[in-house]
């Protein structure tokens, strides 16, 4: 199978912070997306949110508004899951929680296209158990996209012991169209980066627990001297620490718990306070209208 031409349908579940990026992407190559989130009034929000970055490109002269009124009309906020039907490829992109995932799946199985491609945006979880639930899972792929999906390049297409070989090199091959930069992965817990990425987030958190140094610090210095793109703090903030937290704990009991992947009770309390990084106003700094954010 080819990459999916652009008259191909896109569908993107879940409108939050990636969902809202890879409706952006999938719309910049030209695709008509449907964008469908469960909570009222999220999908018009990711809508928005993108309109409102792009404005900006617009305004320095970087972008005609024609291409981004085009752009957003391309974005079709849909509010019942039944309307994303027509579909050719849907992106899954919700909570990090195997079986919410999975009866999304089975949602998705019962009402789209037999030859659509239903990929999952899932970090940790295993592409082989969300696709054990399904009726045909030789079409389920890991598509992983990183924060923020519109620029960062990388894309892990995931392949699940069922993943149909041919289904992950047309997705490979679209992510490529896209401008990105794909990446084949089998469907070890985390896969690649977010193994990778584990031990960077736990031991800077059991350096804080320590009193080592502050959050600021550690992060001024894994950029200043670590020649880090953003230290580990601004970097779960943004990823959000719900989110954060979710996978760890995923990637810690998918290897039997091995104390590598502990997870931080440092962490627990952030998400347990709702403190969920930027998302939410705060996290390790503040976001509130006036305060002093650290702008990596
Ligand atoms: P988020 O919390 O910003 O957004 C999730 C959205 O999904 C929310 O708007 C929520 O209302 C919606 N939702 C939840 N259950 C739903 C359902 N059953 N049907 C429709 N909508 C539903 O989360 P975020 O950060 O966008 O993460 C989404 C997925 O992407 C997760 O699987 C996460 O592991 C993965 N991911 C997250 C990254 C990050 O840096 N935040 C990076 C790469 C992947």
């Not at 039907?85 to 037999?114: M, Q, T, Y």
């Not at 030789?138 to 392949?159: I, K, Q, T």
């Amino acid at each position: 199978m080819p990459a999916l031409d652009t008259q191909t349908k896109v569908a993107v579940i879940g409108a939050g912070a990636m969902g809202a990026g890879i409706a952006q992407v999938a719309a910049q190559a030209g695709h008509h997306v449907f964008l469908h989130d469960q909570r009222e009034g999220a999908a018009e929000a990711g809508r928005d949110g993108i309109a409102k970055v792009l404005q900006r490109r617009v305004d320095k002269g970087k972008m005609d508004q024609q291409d981004l009124d085009a752009l957003l009309n391309r974005i079709q906020p849909v509010a019942d899951l039944s309307e994303v039907a027509e579909s050719g490829l849907v992106i899954e992109a919700i909570v990090e929680n195997l079986d919410i995932k999975r009866g999304l799946l089975a949602d998705l199985e019962a009402l789209c296209r037999e030859d659509a491609i239903l990929a999952t945006n899932t970090s940790s979880i295993s592409v082989t158990s969300l696709g054990a639930g399904m009726k045909h899972p030789g079409r389920l792929v890991g598509m992983h996209f990183f924060n923020p999906a519109p620029l960062m390049a990388l894309v892990e297409v995931v392949l699940g012991l069922a993943t149909d070989k041919a289904v992950a090199e047309t997705v490979y091959d679209t992510a490529a169209n896209w401008g990105k930069k794909p990446v084949y992965a089998t469907s070890t817990p985390g896969f690649i980066v977010n193994r990778v990425a584990r031990p960077f987030y736990a031991e800077s958190l059991r350096l804080v627990q320590e009193q080592a140094a502050d959050p600021a610090t550690l992060d001024a210095l894994m950029r200043e001297a670590g020649n880090f793109r953003m230290g580990a703090f601004e970097l779960t903030d943004l990823i959000g620490h719900d989110v954060n937290y979710a996978v760890t704990n995923s990637v810690f009991n998918a290897y039997y718990q091995d104390t590598r992947f502990l997870p931080s009770l440092v962490q627990q309390e952030l998400v347990s306070a709702g403190h969920l990084g930027r998302k939410s106003g705060q996290g390790f700094y503040s976001y509130q209208e006036g305060a002093e954010r650290p702008e990596p």
